[in-house]
């Protein structure tokens, strides 16, 4: 069974860093390119960033870009997030997803980690 | 990129069929085929309910149906149930390694 699970979502301040972690399991984690999608309180998802299966390619969002540093440890089975400059509006849930073999699609994801950005 | 536009609720009564549109514009949905829907419940993790516009995940029910017209596609879920009821989010896929969704959908089961 597949399973993704986030943690690291904590208060902080604007100007602060996190990092988020993502523990995979139940699948070859390193044959999948991962991905971080948010979700702003009341508001809709919004895609985040891209690791390719090896952590050879990243992309990111406009909106972090800059401030959002993605990576993975194959040898743990683990993606990361490190979110520095944080600003209000990067208060969310964080969702850590894999995408297909297909690609294009996220076809598994965890229950989420919240950031709060907060003075 | 703006995010493609949803109705914010839909409802239908159990065993009726109901239609979730989702519009974007020639740069993601009206090019390309990677339009995909999720499925969320509260406190839960989201869902793929279909993927390049019409396809089923394994374990997905055939009543969860996908199509794509022009800068438009939609979810169609027949045979309304009591669990369907849940937010629904469209996601496509833009150039330049980007991905868009969808501003979501309540579903109301009456």
């Known amino acids: 069974e597949v399973q993704l699970v986030e943690s690291g979502g904590v208060v902080v301040q604007p100007g602060g860093s996190l990092r988020l972690s993502c523990a995979a399991s139940g699948f070859t984690f390193d044959d999948y390119t991962m991905h971080w999608v948010r979700q702003a309180p009341g508001k809709g998802l919004d895609w985040v960033s891209l690791?390719?299966?090896?952590?050879?390619?990243?992309y990111y969002a406009d909106s972090v870009k800059g401030r959002c540093t993605i990576s993975r440890d194959n040898s743990k089975n683990s993606l990361y997030l490190q979110m520095n400059s944080l600003r209000n509006e990067d208060t969310a849930l964080y969702y850590c997803?894999?995408?297909?073999?297909?690609?294009?699609?996220?076809?598994?994801w965890g229950q989420g980690t919240l950031v709060t950005v907060s003075s | 990129q703006s995010a493609l536009t949803q109705p914010a609720s839909v409802s239908g009564s159990p065993g009726q069929s109901i239609t979730i549109s989702c519009t974007g514009t020639s740069s993601d949905i009206g090019t390309y085929k990677y339009v995909s829907w999720y499925q969320l419940h509260p406190g839960k993790a989201p869902k793929l309910m279909i993927y390049d516009v019409s396809k089923r995940p394994s374990g997905v029910s055939d009543r969860f149906s996908g199509s794509k017209s022009g800068n438009t596609a939609s979810l169609t879920i027949s045979g309304l149930q009591a669990e369907d009821e849940a937010d629904y989010y469209c996601c496509s896929y833009v150039s330049g390694i980007t991905w868009v969704f969808g501003g979501g959908t309540k579903l109301t089961v009456l």
């Open positions: 690791i390719s299966w090896d952590g050879g390619s990243t």
């Open positions: 997803a894999k995408e297909s073999r297909d690609g294009f699609n996220f076809d598994y």
